[in-house]
């Protein structure tokens, strides 16, 4: 299959296999380039990988979850949601541009230092070490709208704590849950409603899983108009006709 912008008449008796601006390519390898394309533009995808910091073309901090999951949390208006954060980084400067008020946990002390003159007024860090690292949530008398595990270390235990202090209506973010079915077992047990976003990360060269788990009166207000938001590289496409009934029942 050939790609480019031809005359009909340069389309004749094989004059395109000898055409210079003639692009010679199977159409799903041409597919594929334009796939390669919208990562590398529209997500950043290499950008994020020279830099080794997870962010999106603008050079925005991203947390480290799944496409997916992050375009997801991106419909959602948190003006007035409080976060809480087991683990810190990119995530952290994420929610402290969207969220009222983020609280964030860290158990690697070097790390702490490093990011605290890079956090707004928003946001509250805090080093724990060791095994009272998982029950720092517990020290808050108010609940979290939303809460992030994704920790070194202590997932089970983090996700144990969290819990007992999340907000009705509220959801809990496990991410490598692939690599955690114990703990993402954990939460399903509790009623929660688990919802799994496999897809590539900002800057790693392999899938895997960030999983959401909602509240069962989860009803957070998106940001546009309609929900789902389009998608980077999307079409963006109302398909009205079909978008709306018309079907006529039969007597």
Not at 14 to 26: D, F, I, S, T
Not at 87 to 92: I, L, M, N, P, V
Not at 167 to 189: C, S, V, Y
Request: aromatic residues 14%.
């Amino acid at each position: 299959m050939y790609w480019g912008a031809f005359s009909k008449e340069q389309e004749q008796g094989g004059r395109l296999k000898r055409h210079p601006q003639a692009v010679e390519m199977p159409k799903g390898e041409m597919f594929l380039a334009a796939i390669t394309q919208i990562v590398r533009a529209e997500y950043g995808f290499v950008k994020a990988v020279d830099e080794g910091t997870a962010q999106d073309a603008k050079g925005q901090p991203l947390p480290l979850f799944t496409y997916p999951a992050i375009e997801y949390l991106q419909q959602f208006d948190y003006r007035q949601k409080r976060v809480f954060e087991f683990g810190a980084g990119g995530s952290t400067k994420f929610w402290m541009q969207r969220a009222q008020q983020v609280m964030s946990v860290e158990n690697n002390a070097q790390w702490v230092q490093k990011l605290k003159p890079e956090l707004a007024d928003n946001v509250t860090l805090l080093h724990v070490d060791g095994d009272d690292f998982p029950w720092t949530i517990e020290q808050y008398q108010h609940g979290f709208d939303v809460i992030i595990v994704d920790s070194a270390g202590y997932r089970y235990d983090c996700a144990s704590a969290a819990i007992g202090k999340l907000n009705q209506g509220g959801m809990i973010i496990l991410d490598n849950a692939d690599w955690h079915p114990n703990t993402a077992k954990f939460l399903r047990e509790q009623g929660l409603i688990e919802v799994d976003f496999t897809g590539f990360k900002p800057g790693e060269c392999h899938s895997s899983t960030t999983s959401v788990f909602l509240h069962r009166d989860f009803n957070f207000t998106s940001l546009a108009a309609t929900q789902p938001s389009f998608g980077m590289g999307a079409k963006w496409i109302h398909s009205e006709a079909w978008d709306k009934p018309y079907a006529r029942r039969q007597k």
